[in-house]
């Protein structure tokens, strides 16, 4: 089945760039998706990227998609203590355009 | 509030008993996903509905598990006969199929039922 990892923790200063990495196994080659998840809060979409793209930007989110090596990730740049949370990246599996297969999470701490 | 919500929020349970949860996705979306999602870990997807047929279930969604959409609106998810392992926060989303392109599916969440089971 598919496989989605990223690395679990990352911590930058306030004002510095953060870059979170995903690489997955498999895809049903549509969307891939970015969801951001804050403490006692629901998941929210964040930012998606189409499979015939290679980046996509959106105000201060950048997605880089690799399709040869299977990696994603997702760069904030300027990046605010409002930021710190859990970036999810989530694929669609081959087979399956309609359910999602999450990565682990990154948990993204921002210092002051 | 138009989001997808979830009930209870919160549930304890003793092992061996059954619990049910309510999911009430956002009015004009015609699918529903459950997942299951433990601590330091994503989503994991369990089943999904398009208006009220279920069409694809996860190997995860053993026979203790159930759900339906009966009338293509709110859904539920029951779980018989509770284990330890079954603790976790069970999550509803909802989707409908957008213009941004086809096989986009953004999926909304609610704000999940933790469940826990003595």
């Known amino acids: 089945g598919e496989d989605v990892e990223q690395s679990l923790f990352l911590s930058v200063r306030e004002g510095d760039s953060s870059v979170i990495n995903c690489t997955y196994t498999d895809s049903s080659s549509t969307y891939l998706y970015w969801y951001k998840q804050e403490p006692g809060a629901g998941l929210q979409l964040l930012t998606y990227i189409f499979s015939n793209m290679d980046m996509k930007q959106d105000q201060r989110l950048t997605v880089l998609l690799n399709k040869k090596d299977k990696h994603l990730s997702l760069r904030i740049a300027d990046t605010q203590t409002g930021d710190s949370a859990i970036y999810f990246c989530a694929v669609p599996p081959s087979g399956s355009a309609r359910q999602l297969t999450f990565g682990s999470g990154t948990q993204l701490t921002v210092l002051p | ?118």
Not at chain 2, 24 to 45: A, K, V
Not at chain 2, 64 to 80: D, V
Request: with cysteine; proline share 5%.
């Open chain 2, 1 to 118: 509030d138009t989001g997808v919500s979830q009930d209870p929020r919160h549930k304890i349970t003793k092992r061996g008993q059954n619990v049910t949860f309510r999911c009430d996705p956002i009015s004009e979306h015609n699918r529903l996903y459950w997942y299951r999602q433990t601590l330091g870990q994503g989503p994991e997807f369990l089943t999904y509905f398009q208006n009220e047929a279920q069409l694809e279930k996860s190997r995860l969604l053993s026979d203790r598990f159930s759900a339906e959409r009966p009338k293509g609106s709110f859904s539920t998810l029951e779980i018989q006969r509770t284990e330890q392992g079954d603790s976790a926060m069970y999550l509803c989303a909802s989707s409908f199929p957008r213009l941004a392109g086809e096989g986009y599916n953004e999926q909304f969440f609610g704000p999940g039922t933790r469940l826990t089971v003595l």
